[in-house]
């Protein structure tokens, strides 16, 4: 556990008026530093917060905006909801896949880009909707993957 995730957590805790509340935003801030999520840190966590390393995994696994395993510098999600789906989130993942040279759930070998693929994204208005780390990126159209990928997003 690093020395500052005590502080953090008291901070999250202090924020919030059920400690249970304070989880994401701890464990969001801990893979803001950290990249990812790994066994340990869950483990840190739980002990962090008491509460059961189950319940911190079950959150975890839950949203997509987690990570459990190691992602690229910079991590792209497209909706696979229906509205995105109907607009062409299909031939916009599998276009991105060719163009990066890797399936959905994986990073590229330089390690620049993870793709991923999110249920709603909750903007079907701009459908087909995407991210990247975690910055809302939308709509873009399936043959547009480069302006996707040229993309500045504010860190
Ligand atoms: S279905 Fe993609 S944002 Fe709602």
């Known amino acids: 556990m690093k020395p500052e995730w005590q502080e953090w957590a008291s901070q999250a805790k202090a924020e919030f008026p059920q400690a249970n509340s304070a989880l994401m935003p701890l464990m969001h801030r801990i893979q803001l530093v950290e990249g990812w999520l790994s066994d340990e840190t869950i483990q840190d966590i739980a002990d962090l917060m008491g509460v059961t390393v ?80 975690l910055r809302f990126v939308g709509p873009i159209r399936p043959e547009d993957v480069d302006t996707l990928l040229n993309k500045e997003v504010p860190s």
């Open 54 to 133: 189950q319940y911190v995994e079950s959150v975890a696994s839950f949203y997509s905006l987690f990570h459990r395993e190691p992602v690229g510098k910079r991590v792209i999600h497209v909706c696979v909801g229906l509205s995105c789906a109907l607009a062409g989130s299909d031939e916009l993942m599998h276009n991105l896949e060719k163009r990066l040279h890797i399936k959905e759930g994986q990073t590229t070998a330089d390690g620049a880009y993870t793709l991923l693929e999110a249920e709603c994204l909750a903007a079907c208005d701009k459908a087909p909707m995407t991210q990247i780390d």
